[in-house]
């Protein structure tokens, strides 16, 4: 573990003269982001590998309706995705491997990821999550950051021609049918967004649920995202960024609503938007590191997800803002220098940070 720790540090800075194979990861010709080798890929996917299928330290967020209810244990209760501490970190966990196993095919933990795979997403596991599910009071379980997640896994599937994904997303889209049901019910209802830092932020899993709908080819939904975002976001001006972050943080409230809003709305739009969201003292406040105080804290941990959730967001923005642009170049730097302080950590030995860690480390370089 420890020399994982000190590859991850190292690696950042090495030249891009040494050889790409044996590095974790890289910055690319123009600087603008870090790319990912195999090796990186292999040494994170054993993150997720050791923790699918471990079922405890466990934290179920569950109604019981009786006392056999209460009696059911995770793997009962969740038996596609019952490890990493919680349902969606496991499913996370789930969508990494397989981000991972589709970006480098020949992994050499290609076989194993393949075997939990197949042991976990089964057609009697996934009918037993969607009975959950439709439980009269699990309706709202995970809403919507876990139904953001399973969305995604889906999402990559569906991108991925290959015979084991072609039957895991088979095997999954009943469940994701489900989540699409329950997200199309609640969207009506959604008076007020959740502008929170945490689990609840309603633009995160907006953003994720409408790069599954456009892949699916699921227009109805697709609308139903796009009518609640402008509803939601459109008409927000001045966000209060300097208040961010929380204590607890690992999305940050405001670059989530502008990871979102430039997938909904033009670009020529999103920039007269995003002109008048953010004044450039606050912007630039974003662009200051958060302190990780103490990583076997499992909540102050949260903020090493901060900086892979800003590094994120910041790529995605920039991607949309001119050449001419100052901030384009100032969001790209930040977006690597969020990555660049956290990665480090994300094997630093406590299951606090490593049973989700990696997964937002690994969206972060994908994008």
């Not at 199309?184 to 633009?203: C, I, S």
């Not at 090493?304 to 969001?331: E, H, N, V, Y």
Request: net charge neutral.
């Amino acid at each position: 573990m420890q020399r994982f720790i000190f590859l991850m540090a190292i690696m950042a800075s090495t030249s891009l003269s040494a050889q790409t194979s044996s590095r974790l990861f890289y910055l690319s010709a123009d600087s603008s982001h870090f790319v990912l080798t195999q090796n990186g890929a292999a040494l994170l996917a054993a993150l997720p590998l050791k923790c699918i299928q471990q079922e405890y330290p466990n934290k179920i967020n569950h109604v019981a309706v009786n006392d056999s209810d209460q009696m059911q244990t995770p793997k009962d209760l969740h038996p596609a995705f019952y490890g990493c501490f919680d349902w969606h970190s496991t499913v996370h966990g789930h969508w990494m491997l397989v981000a991972l196993l589709k970006q480098f095919p020949n992994l050499p933990e290609a076989a194993i990821i393949r075997k939990k795979l197949n042991e976990n997403i089964t057609p009697q596991h996934i009918a037993k999550e969607i009975a959950y599910f439709n439980a009269p009071l699990s309706k709202s379980f995970e809403r919507t950051y876990g139904w953001a997640w399973l969305l995604q896994l889906q999402n990559t599937l569906l991108q991925w021609q290959d015979e084991d994904a072609q039957h895991w997303r088979n095997t999954l889209q009943p469940l994701c049918d489900t989540i699409v049901q329950l997200w199309m019910r609640f969207l009506p209802k959604q008076t007020y967004p959740n502008r929170t830092g945490v689990h609840p932020n309603t633009a995160f899993g907006m953003a994720l649920a409408l790069d599954y709908a456009r892949t699916a080819h699921n227009h109805e939904f697709e609308t139903a995202l796009v009518q609640a975002a402008k509803q939601l976001f459109l008409n927000d001006r001045q966000a209060p960024a300097i208040w961010e972050p929380d204590g607890t943080d690992f999305l940050s409230p405001s670059l989530e609503e502008a990871d979102l809003m430039r997938r909904v709305i033009p670009k020529t739009q999103f920039i007269a938007w995003f002109n008048d969201f953010y004044t450039r003292k606050s912007l630039q406040h974003l662009t200051v590191l958060p302190v990780v105080s103490d990583r076997n804290d499992l909540t102050i941990v949260h903020l090493d997800g901060l900086s892979f959730s800003r590094s994120w967001c910041m790529q995605g923005i920039a991607r949309q803002l001119p050449d001419t642009d100052t901030r384009k170049k100032m969001l790209q730097r930040s977006a690597i220098a969020h990555l660049n302080a956290s990665l480090p950590h994300i094997a630093s030995g406590s299951y606090g940070g490593e049973h989700w860690l990696a997964s937002f480390a690994v969206y972060a370089l994908l994008q």
